[in-house]
C-alpha cells in the first residue's frame, strides 16, 4: 500500500537550533517525494521536491531508498520557520499526492 | 507563481440542502485538478481527481453520487456536495495542475451543516 509517515504531530525547537522533520514512505515504484508547507492562515505551497534536489530556505531533504525516508532538514531554524510541514507521495498516472499527516514545527525565540 | 481561487471561502448549510464550491486557475490552463477533504487537525485526504471534459475518478470509499464534480473548462472545477449532512463538515481544498507541472492549492473552502 502507498502510504507516507510522519510520526511527529508537533515539533518544538528554539530559535537556531538544528530541525529534521522525519518522513518515511511506502511505495511499490520509483517513488517522487515532496515537502509542502502551510504558514498560519495561507494556502498550502510547494516547499521543496527530491527531483531537484535544491535548497529552499535553507531546507533540505534527501531520498533514502534504503530507509525508504525522505526527512527535512535545517541547521539553524529561524522563528518564521513555524508552520505545518507535510510530507507527500506522488502516486499514479495523474500524479496524485498522498500526504503524510503533517507536523507542526514550533520555534520558540 | 500559479493561483488557485475557491469560492466561497466559507458555507453554512442546513441538513438535506446542496452546497457548490468553485475552484479556478486565474492565470493558466489546469488540464487537471484534485479536490481534498481535510479535518481539524488532520492531513489531507485526496477525494477525486479531474480532467476538463472528462469524468472525475474518485478515491476509494467517496461516494460520487454525493460528492459531485464537474470540470467543465480548462479553469474551473466544482465540487457539489448533495443532500448535506452534518458529517460533511470540513475544509475542502482543490489544486490545479497544467500538463505534469507542480499542483497549486486554492485557499480551501470550510462546510459547515448545521
Known amino acids: 500500500a502507498q502510504r507516507v509517515t510522519q510520526p511527529e504531530k508537533l515539533l518544538s525547537v528554539f530559535k537556531g537550533a538544528p530541525v529534521e522533520l522525519k518522513c518515511n514512505y511506502s511505495?511499490?515504484?520509483?517513488?517522487?517525494l515532496f515537502w509542502y508547507v502551510q504558514y498560519s492562515r495561507q494556502r498550502l505551497q510547494l516547499l521543496l521536491r527530491?527531483?531537484s534536489r535544491e535548497s529552499i530556505k535553507g531546507f533540505t531533504a534527501d531520498l533514502n531508498k534504503g530507509e525508504t525516508s525522505f526527512h527535512l532538514k535545517k541547521p539553524f531554524a529561524q522563528e518564521e520557520d513555524s508552520a505545518m510541514y507535510y510530507c507527500?507521495?506522488?502516486?499514479?498516472?495523474?500524479?496524485?499526492?498522498?500526504f503524510g499527516a503533517g507536523t507542526r514545527l514550533a520555534v520558540h525565540p | 507563481g500559479a493561483v488557485v481561487s475557491q469560492h466561497p471561502s466559507w458555507v453554512i448549510c442546513k441538513s438535506g440542502t446542496s452546497v457548490k464550491i468553485e475552484c479556478r486557475s486565474l492565470?493558466?490552463?489546469?488540464?487537471?485538478m484534485f479536490w481534498y477533504r481535510q479535518f481539524p487537525k488532520q492531513s489531507l485526504m485526496l477525494m477525486a481527481t479531474s480532467n476538463e471534459g472528462s469524468k472525475a475518478t474518485y478515491e476509494q470509499g467517496v461516494e460520487k453520487d454525493k460528492f459531485l464534480i464537474n470540470h467543465a473548462s480548462l479553469t474551473l472545477s466544482t465540487l457539489t456536495v448533495t443532500s448535506a449532512h452534518p458529517e460533511d463538515s470540513s475544509f475542502y481544498i482543490c489544486?490545479?495542475?497544467?500538463?505534469?507541472?507542480?499542483?497549486?492549492f486554492g485557499p480551501g473552502t470550510r462546510l459547515t451543516v448545521t
Open positions: 507527500a507521495l506522488a502516486s499514479g498516472g495523474y500524479n496524485k499526492l498522498i
Open positions: 492565470d493558466f490552463q489546469a488540464t487537471t
Open positions: 511505495y511499490s515504484g520509483s517513488p517522487e
Open positions: 489544486s490545479a495542475r497544467a500538463g505534469v507541472a507542480e499542483q497549486y
Open positions: 527530491h527531483i
